[in-house]
């Protein structure tokens, strides 16, 4: 799996050959056959055996944080960042783009497994934070979503510009940015958290 992560990272699915996948894992294709069906079935081992261990960590850590829930925001973006975004599955997100016009079950599976689980945990954590009068009411449905929007927006960035930036913005300093702006604008001004 991290050969063909590599590849499709590199060149695509489209042009991803199953054979490329076992030359690189040092393996024949009959072997590649016997784990997987086909190039599909592949990619979707990769999202499920990369990318969905870490959405499951930051459930876990939702259901067991204590703080608060602009600290468990932070907690969950970081660890999210760290397991996928500064990883070579960062380039994934980018692939599904790119690919979903040409392979929309690809893109289907995704949004069913990654996207929605990811928008029901930002979702859990912003009601969460209304319940407990951390958070002002708001729409919670179309915020969850803008708030995935700056992640996503870095890992595509990551496979895109960044190689052509002298140097590179620190995703520290870009995650507390970010954090900042979401934070300010949905904390209750009353909240112990709006002096944070």
């Known amino acids: 799996m991290q050969a063909a992560l590599e590849l499709f990272v590199e060149r695509g699915f489209a042009a ?5 996948v076992a030359s690189r894992a040092g393996v024949s294709k009959g072997t590649l056959y016997l784990y997987f069906r086909s190039k599909d079935e ?3 081992a990769v999202v499920r055996c990369g990318i969905l261990p870490a959405i499951a960590k930051a459930e876990t850590l939702a259901e067991q944080f204590a703080g608060s829930s ?3 925001l932070r907690a969950v973006v970081t660890l999210i960042w760290s397991n996928v975004g500064d990883t070579l599955l960062s380039g994934i997100p980018k692939l599904i783009i790119a690919e979903s ?3 929309p079950e690809l893109a289907q ?3 069913r497994e990654v996207i929605q689980r990811g928008l029901t945990l930002m979702t859990g954590i912003l009601e969460q934070g209304i319940r407990r009068g951390e958070l002002r009411k708001f ?3 179309p915020t969850a979503r ?6 996503l927006l870095m890992m595509l ?3 895109s510009f960044q190689s052509f930036e002298s140097e590179p913005l620190a995703i520290e300093r870009y995650i507390d940015c970010y954090l900042m702006l979401v934070l300010d604008g949905l904390r209750k001004p009353n909240s112990p958290e709006a002096t944070r």
């Open 16 to 20: 991803t050959r199953l054979e490329d």
């Open 42 to 44: 592949l990619l979707k």
């Open 70 to 72: 602009g600290e468990l």
């Open 101 to 103: 016009g040409n392979f």
């Open 109 to 111: 599976f995704y949004y």
């Open 139 to 141: 729409d919670v449905e």
């Open 146 to 151: 803008a708030m995935m929007g700056p992640i």
């Open 157 to 159: 960035w990551r496979h």
